[in-house]
């Protein structure tokens, strides 16, 4: 072989060694980043882990953000399938893959070991916004938010989609409404709720669907809402006032419609509906002296028909005819006088006077108490004596004393007591509290 020919061989022989080497050495795989937004998980939460953990969990993180899922997967199984930042780390490895229904199970399998795992709530997101199970996304985000509230992919994702979910339901409800299909706009109205829980709108279609229905107890759920919203809005109070009173919530009825007169001071429909609320609950707006009596040591005449009127009200009639009474004019109790008067539970005298000023005694004291206890049964109350009357004996008041009976009936029914040896005192004055407190008894015992 000569010496050209020598060369040549040398050089193929190298070419082929080099060649040979080349082919020999492993390619660098090339590796893609996930698609999706990777969520690290919060340090309060990661500090939970022992550092051997920690440092797995970080090289497996780091190996899945650059597409490694095979080193991901090997330092994530340092964990233990219990631990929940193994299941979140599998979950994005089979999320990365598309295996988007395994990746959901170990999400969840994370959030039962941690729930306060936001990482993997961002993972169930992307899962649901990938299937198009906008609910469930919905729940996720809103998850996140409860824990985050200015998460930075999180908000703008939760605020577009419940916008666009609350609008959806909205229109089919308007659709549902103008075709009068009420249980299709019912079921629109509250999802829409379930997306935006202080929608107006759709408490107002709601509450309004409900009263036409006679359904007041539901309807009024949604007015309180709606009142607590627009506390200022007339059409809401109205409305709700309204209903209030359909659902014999009076006394609730009445406070709305107060309301609605300091908003709307010159409607006349209100201010009546007020006043006839009023009487109905028999509200009365009471003197100041009313209040003076339970300071009185010796009431009189007026102080007791203000007394029984006032917590009888309810039970005693409305006056159209009034009795004619000279002497009361002046009088600061005058309306209470004529409805007593003409209840006939006092008397006016031949002269049509009243003597409002006039202190009362203990017998005329029982007198009216026995009067007004026959007016109750009367109106079908069942009063039964406490004490039998026929075991009562009173030594300073004769059988044949028209106070007789009267002071039996108190005793009777506890409203008022004898003192030693039996003596019943009919001359002597009564105090307001005296005065107030049966009135009370008797009221508890029609009650």
């Not at 072989?1 to 080349?22: E, Q, V």
């Not at 359904?215 to 759920?221: D, E, G, V």
């Not at 009189?300 to 006032?310: N, S």
């Amino acid at each position: 072989m000569n010496g050209k020919n020598k060369i040549a061989a040398l050089f193929l022989a190298g070419l082929i060694i080099i060649l040979s080497a080349c082919i020999s050495l492993p390619l660098k795989k090339e590796y893609v980043p996930p698609a999706f937004h990777l969520e690290n998980p919060q340090p309060l939460v990661l500090a939970q882990l022992s550092l051997n953990e920690r440092l797995a969990f970080e090289e497996g993180w780091k190996s899945l953000k650059q597409g490694n899922i095979d080193r991901a997967r090997k330092e994530f199984s340092q964990l233990g399938r219990d631990n929940a930042f193994f299941n979140l780390g599998e979950g994005y490895c089979r999320l990365y893959e598309q295996q988007l229904g395994e990746a959901e199970a170990f999400f969840l399998r994370a959030l039962e070991l941690n729930p306060e795992l936001i990482s993997a709530r961002v993972g169930l997101a992307i899962i649901y916004e990938q299937l198009n199970r906008q609910d469930k996304e919905f729940l996720q985000l809103r998850e996140i938010l409860k824990k985050e509230p200015e998460h930075n992919w999180a908000r703008p994702r939760y605020e577009e989609l419940r916008s666009r979910l609350t609008r959806e339901q909205m229109e089919a409800a308007r659709s549902a409404l103008s075709q009068n299909r009420k249980d299709q706009a019912r079921e629109s109205l509250l999802k829409a709720l379930f997306y935006s829980p202080e929608m107006v709108e759709a408490h107002l279609q709601l509450a309004r669907l409900y009263r036409s229905e006679k359904k007041y107890a539901q309807a009024l759920t949604h007015y309180q809402t709606l009142y607590n919203l627009q506390p200022k809005d007339k059409q809401i109070l109205k409305e709700y006032a309204e209903t209030l009173e359909a659902n014999d919530d009076l006394g609730q009825s009445l406070d709305i419609y107060e309301k609605l007169a300091e908003l709307a001071p010159g409607d006349k429909q209100v201010l009546e509906k007020v006043e006839f609320l009023k009487n109905t609950l028999g509200i009365i707006e009471l003197p100041s002296m009313y209040n003076e009596i339970a300071n009185s040591q010796a009431i009189t005449r007026q102080d007791l028909a203000a007394i029984l009127a006032v917590k009888f009200n309810q039970f005693l009639p409305q006056v159209s005819t009034p009795p004619i009474i000279v002497d009361i004019a002046t009088s600061w109790a005058a309306k209470f006088i004529i409805r007593v008067v003409a209840a006939r539970l006092m008397d006016k005298y031949d002269n049509h006077t009243f003597e409002p000023s006039r202190p009362m005694t203990r017998a005329e004291l029982a007198e009216t108490f026995s009067r007004l206890i026959n007016y109750l049964k009367g109106k079908g109350k069942k009063l039964i004596p406490i004490v039998p009357p026929d075991r009562i004996l009173i030594s300073d008041i004769p059988a044949d004393n028209p106070y007789y009976q009267p002071a039996v009936n108190m005793v009777a029914y506890q409203l008022m007591e004898l003192s030693g040896q039996r003596r019943f005192n009919p001359d002597q004055q009564v105090s307001g509290l005296e005065a107030l407190r049966m009135a009370d008894i008797l009221l508890n015992l029609v009650k």
